[in-house]
């Protein structure tokens, strides 16, 4: 296949526009990581947490855990 | 020479503008298909055909301008898109969306109410939402939506995390969107399978009947499409999908509805078919000897209410006990036939399995990309491969 190469080029850069100049910080640190373990112990807690009230939430429903007041007819 | 079938969509990986137009151009279509029922406001149809035009003009700008400098990243003169960032906007802005539609739309603090369909799509028409849950539940949900948005806005992955989970990999984003579909089809097909038909139907008898209405005016509510899904044999769980031969007389295409019948002893107990721990008062006993609740001393009767057997009351044990065993008080020709709710079903378990397969099949391509590729475990540099 022949391919022919054309030096230089009159475009000088990828399109700017407005919001794209407003957003560019939002994606100019990628792979920008904490170091370590960083808040990992942090996100265990908070998913140990949200899956004990899926667990209170669902046996409620269920008539597992009965409460005062709340009677599921 | 071209790419085999099956890795036909990677294109769009290289190309930004392509990735965002794809998925702009996806919104549009599912926008415009769909469809209220007869019983919507046009402004809401409308609505949304507008929106999916706008989405459509979206979609082809941002394939024309592909080469946005938002998109490119200085340091390497190459196109990045920071995948954790964008999951964090999103967060947040659907934080945003889920409270605001919880707080304003749904109360009608700002907005028109709420339009939607009963929790088993049966009516499909504008009505007021009394549930206080459903309100309640975009608030929260809403509310930590964008508390933990903000919190990912502050705070970048740890290492640890990015480095295992892949979170530079776009491969990862598609295995964990593959989880939501699958776990909601999941869940519908559940519900569809087991049903929570008859618990509905008794609350919005009670409800009625809360109101001090009469029995019957309380069943002319229920809707027959609603009794229709209650009744056993449309059940997948009690053989209901794909029925073959005739197990029984009196089973098949519903052509009628006899009417709702309640059971009640001679004390003028109310009993209920026997679902779940409650006290026996009445049963149909194996031996003579074990007879002390069988239907006739105990004096069962059987009274319709609303159907063509309205008003209507037996008191014959034999009649009784057909009726209370088959909960079939549908009509039939003896025929055997589907229902929507075994296609429903079937349907979406079938679809969730496939996802479940589609989230396995691109976790796994993603966290073990390398020893595919033939690179050694042991290489400990921060390596990304199809870094988008």
Known sequence: MATQTVEGSSRSGPRRTVVGDFLKQLNSEHGKVAPGWGTTHLIGVAIALFAIFLSIILEIYNSSVLLDGISMN | MGLPWYRVHTIVLND??????????????????????????????????????????????????????IFCDNRIGKPSLDLPKIFEIHLFLSGVACFGFGAFHVIGL????????????????????????????????????????????????????????????????????????????FVVAETMWCGYFQQEIYQRVSAVLAENQSLLEAWCKIPEKLAFYDYIGNDPAKGGLFKMGSMDNGDGIAVGWLGHPIFRDKDERELFVHQG????????????????????????????????????SYSDPAIVKKYARHRATLKSDGVFRNSLRDWFTFGHASFALLFF????????????KDIFAGIDPNLDAQVEFGAF
């Open chain 2, 110 to 185: 700002y907005g028109l109410g709420i339009w939607v369909s009963d929790p088993y799509g049966l009516t499909g028409k504008v009505q007021p939402v009394n549930l206080v849950g459903i309100a309640s539940h975009h608030i929260a949900a809403g509310t930590l939506g964008i508390l933990v948005g903000l919190f990912h806005l502050s705070v970048r992955p740890p290492q640890r995390l990015y480095k295992g989970l892949r979170k530079g990999n776009i491969e990862i984003v598609l295995s964990i969107s593959i989880v939501v579909i699958f776990f909601a089809a």
């Open chain 2, 277 to 312: 721990d409650k006290i026996v008062r009445a049963d149909t006993p194996s031996k003579r000897a074990e007879s002390n609740y069988s239907v006739k001393p105990v004096g069962v009767t059987a009274e319709f209410y609303y159907g063509e057997l309205n008003g209507v």
């Open chain 2, 16 to 69: 930004l503008g392509c990735l965002l137009f794809v998925h702009i151009m996806h919104t549009a279509l599912v926008a415009v298909i769909f469809y209220p029922s007869d019983h919507s406001y046009e402004g809401v149809a409308g609505a949304h055909i507008l929106f999916s035009g706008l989405c459509f003009l979206a979609a082809i700008w941002h394939w024309v301008y592909w080469d946005l400098e």
């Open chain 2, 357 to 368: 397969f589609g989230h396995i099949w691109h976790g796994a391509r993603t966290l073990f």
